[in-house]
């Protein structure tokens, strides 16, 4: 007889037949109704043992956390919250865990602080709370393929280990076998980086876009999905030192096409989630509601999650410039009466989260896309637009977490994009490949970048991004 | 009018309708014909210019590489070869190329070296055999995530940067921010790591294994596909320094049910490229034959490439122990006519890409999984069988390829382990977290490795690893 899993058996239209399932114990009761779990749902199976039957040593073993298997039928639940329970005729334990130890109290009911979780980043996944978060991060990658694929993109690898720290998206990690305490030295007396295992510098990738962009100026349409790297020391609830980057490229797509594929992305993955993982959500949810009622009123979330969620499907993404915004912000409330942190004065000015989530949540009351951004503000391979003062970039805000995807429709004159990269100080000689696309029949297209750990954030509702990765990684933190 | 992929119009049921369509340029037949490719495919869509009514300083530009839209009518075609084509109306060059220009002669008819084509690793992906290897590579990707996920298995991102060195499966990259010239050193005169971002020696991981086994034992069923690190200088077209591994990971899984998971897996993924890469397939089919026709007779593949990826949907995996491969071994012509590079001479060889070879394609003439394999020659964390000298250890060995899949069933025995470990000098305090998983709930556990670049390889043909990965990373190369 195979052995099915829990999520199998909790759908199975059948009963009265004989099973074996496997799990871990979330709780024992009356010597009588276990609660089983094997992670294939949030849900339990209940196994109703009838102890005078069984081995008392093995009932005694039978403890929170202890891996056991049990042999029985499959019969319609008499009890409340199930509608299925298993009637056990053999009860097997696995592996014990001494219910004593204390690395097994995350395990109990009572609840603990997500930072205590942290430090048993190997232990928490066992917890209701970071399998939801966990099972619904895995749906919401599969949701990235799924749409892309059956749009008529290509998956691409870009590199990680790269010889290029070209682009300043931000401070780097450098990847080396050099000797740590006594490098080779070249006769300037400068460490000989063509000692090292590429014969040159490398560091790790902030980014995939440039190599992106030329494999689509081939096949058209591509995407990249992989670890991205920032040596930045932001010990924030918004960093980690190592994120997974979402980043498509489209040949021929200018920055209209580029908002619209932004958004029906968007909408695809979270549609995905909400249908996906509906008892995962429904915990989190409850999590989270849970979690507020501690916090003063107006910290409280205007919106339950599934609503929020909802309320992104249901809404068009409001495109504003640039321009506009500052104009709204500038005459907006907390700005004349300096309740923002950082006041607007002026066209120009870096919008921080707290104007972006006014846009949002006070003013628009939608998800909003702002687009042409200054040129001073923004990387040098954006599209310059003809006012000589903007360029095509875009940024999609969200309610609660502002920028969540950053885009760009690409600067595709060979003269403009070389011009601006001498102003920039961006080596020409070394990005000569990415010079290449604007000579061999170089083309309007466009991508953006969406983090997806805060994609992951949103959709579940957790504060703090080390709480959407298995291991995070922040400075001073890289354990297991 | 909405633009259109190629790939779209030429599956396309409806004519005598007006598209427009954008590309590059394959070539122009006759100052008449147009062969367009927009990556979507490798077709190419033949647009047929009236040459009479064009500016003639348009079809001047109209040259290989250069980027163009045209506008028209799709009919029937009347020629051969395809069976629509666009009536143009309309032409528009994008983005010139300069035909003169030598980095363009990759695009032209005439045959290049893959080596040739390697240096310009940003460009290749524009011609016909990159086009084919990577988009075969996307769709192997998904094919990956489409199998777990249908299985109900949880994609699980395992860190790339780790603290832990312990698992010895290969020389590492260091990753630090510490000044390469001049590092901060502690009392004893030291690398003073305390001081590097993440206050410890970090490295690139080598596999997500220990850290998916973490997860497999909360969420049952988990895979990882992400890169991997080896600071191995072995310049050989099978190796890379970076490249992409699958490694599923199943609690309540034994050795056999590995073996299992892995045909059925592999036998999901090549028959999803079979039915979804057709077009591709059958290119790079014709040109592994043109390739091996300068080879000598017995130096070319026995089977076509379709074949062979056929062969290994309609063939069981035989499975075979290790201690009865090195009977066969030994018995072997090539090894008593000594014609083995290794010859067998005992129990406890480690086995070589000539002796699995010779069991898949000599002696079975089947896929072969090899399994309890000495323990002496496998890593610690591998289940000791009750003989107490081999392990639940698997390889999958494939037709001119040898291993591509390599798994074992777990260690789950707490005081095994922990033995096993001081006895191989791997560190207890280090991986206490692993030991972890054995004190809580311990369970049978089972799972298995596939380096996906071996995987793009045996489908798409290609002979050297650097040609079915975009940016390759080998000792001294991490160029783009």
Same mark, same amino acid.
């Given at each position: ?6 999520d199998?058996l909790?759908?199975?239209e059948?009963t009265?037949i ?17 609660a089983l ?7 339990t199976?209940?196994c109703?043992?009838d102890f005078?039957n069984?081995?008392e ?8 956390g ?9 019969? !319609?639940s008499q +009890?409340?919250g199930?509608? =299925?329970?298993v009637?056990v005729s053999?009860?097997?334990? $696995?592996? #014990? ?6 690395k097994?109290t995350i395990?109990?009911p009572?609840?603990h602080?997500l930072?205590?979780l942290?430090?048993q980043a ?5 917890t ?10 895995s749906?919401l990658?599969?949701?990235v393929?799924?749409y892309?694929?059956?749009?008529g993109f ?9 010889g290029s720290?070209a !682009?300043?998206? +931000?401070?780097m990690?450098r =990847?080396t076998n050099?000797?740590a305490k006594?490098p080779p $030295?070249d #006769?300037?007396g400068?460490v000989d980086?063509?000692?090292d295992?590429?014969?040159k510098e ?10 992106a962009e030329?494999?689509?100026m ?5 995407y990249?999905?992989g670890?991205t790297f920032r040596a ?5 609830s918004?960093h ?5 980057m979402?980043e498509?490229?489209?040949?021929f797509n200018d920055?209209?096409a580029?908002?619209?594929l932004a958004?029906d992305f ?11 993982c509906a008892?995962?959500?429904e915990?989190?949810?409850n ?14 979330s205007?919106m339950?999650?599934r609503e ?5 499907l249901e809404?068009?993404?409001?495109r504003v410039s640039?321009?506009e915004a ?12 300096k309740?923002f942190k950082?006041?607007i004065e ?6 921080q989260?707290?104007?972006e ?7 628009f ?12 503000i923004k990387?040098?391979y954006m599209?310059?637009n003809?006012?000589g ?9 969200f ?10 429709q690409r600067?595709e004159?060979y003269?403009?994009l070389?011009q601006k990269?001498e102003a920039?100080?961006?080596?020409t000689?070394e990005?000569y490949?990415?010079?290449d696309l604007?000579?061999?029949?170089t083309?309007?297209h466009?991508?953006?970048?969406l ?5 992951v954030q949103?959709t579940?509702?957790m504060g703090n991004?080390?709480?959407v990765i ?9 354990e297991?």
């Amino acid at each position: 007889m195979q052995h099915k899993t829990i999520d199998e058996l909790l759908k199975s239209e059948k009963t009265h037949i004989d099973v074996i399932v496997r799990g871990w114990v979330r709780s024992f009761r009356s010597n009588r109704f276990i609660a089983l779990n094997d992670g294939s749902t949030i849900k339990t199976l209940q196994c109703v043992v009838d102890f005078e039957n069984f081995d008392e040593e093995i009932l005694k073993k039978t403890t929170v956390g202890a891996a056991i298997e049990v042999a029985g039928v499959l019969v !319609e639940s008499q +009890g409340q919250g199930q509608t =299925v329970e298993v009637q056990v005729s053999k009860l097997t334990v $696995l592996g #014990e865990a001494n219910p004593e130890d204390v690395k097994l109290t995350i395990l109990s009911p009572k609840r603990h602080s997500l930072e205590t979780l942290r430090e048993q980043a190997h232990l928490r996944v066992r917890t209701n709370t970071f399998g939801a978060v966990m099972r619904t991060r895995s749906k919401l990658a599969f949701a990235v393929h799924e749409y892309f694929q059956k749009n008529g993109f290509n998956y691409m690898h870009s590199p990680i280990i790269t010889g290029s720290d070209a !682009e300043g998206a +931000g401070e780097m990690f450098r =990847v080396t076998n050099l000797d740590a305490k006594n490098p080779p $030295l070249d #006769e300037n007396g400068n460490v000989d980086f063509k000692e090292d295992f590429f014969e040159k510098e490398t560091n790790l990738t902030v980014s995939g876009q440039l190599e992106a962009e030329t494999y689509a100026m081939a096949l058209g349409k591509v995407y990249t999905f992989g670890p991205t790297f920032r040596a930045e020391n932001s010990n924030t609830s918004r960093h980690l030192a190592e994120f997974w980057m979402i980043e498509p490229e489209v040949a021929f797509n200018d920055l209209d096409a580029n908002m619209d594929l932004a958004e029906d992305f968007i909408k695809y993955v979270i549609n995905y989630a909400l249908e996906n993982c509906a008892d995962d959500l429904e915990f989190l949810e409850n999590r989270l509601l849970e979690e507020e009622k501690n916090k003063p009123q107006d910290e409280r979330s205007e919106m339950k999650l599934r609503e929020k969620l909802r309320f992104i499907l249901e809404n068009n993404f409001k495109r504003v410039s640039y321009t506009e915004a500052i104009d709204i912000l500038k005459r907006s409330k907390p700005n004349q009466k300096k309740k923002f942190k950082y006041i607007i004065e002026e066209w120009g000015a870096d919008l921080q989260s707290e104007h972006e989530r006014f846009l949002v949540e006070k003013h628009f009351k939608s998800p909003v896309i702002l687009f042409d951004y200054p040129a001073k503000i923004k990387a040098f391979y954006m599209r310059l637009n003809d006012d000589g003062k903007t360029v095509r970039a875009m940024d999609v805000l969200f309610p609660g977490i502002g920028e969540i995807v950053g885009g760009s429709q690409r600067e595709e004159r060979y003269d403009v994009l070389k011009q601006k990269m001498e102003a920039m100080d961006i080596s020409t000689e070394e990005l000569y490949w990415y010079l290449d696309l604007r000579k061999f029949g170089t083309a309007v297209h466009s991508g953006f970048g969406l983090g997806f750990e805060r994609l992951v954030q949103f959709t579940t509702g957790m504060g703090n991004i080390r709480d959407v990765i298995p291991y995070p990684r922040t400075p001073g933190n890289a354990e297991f």
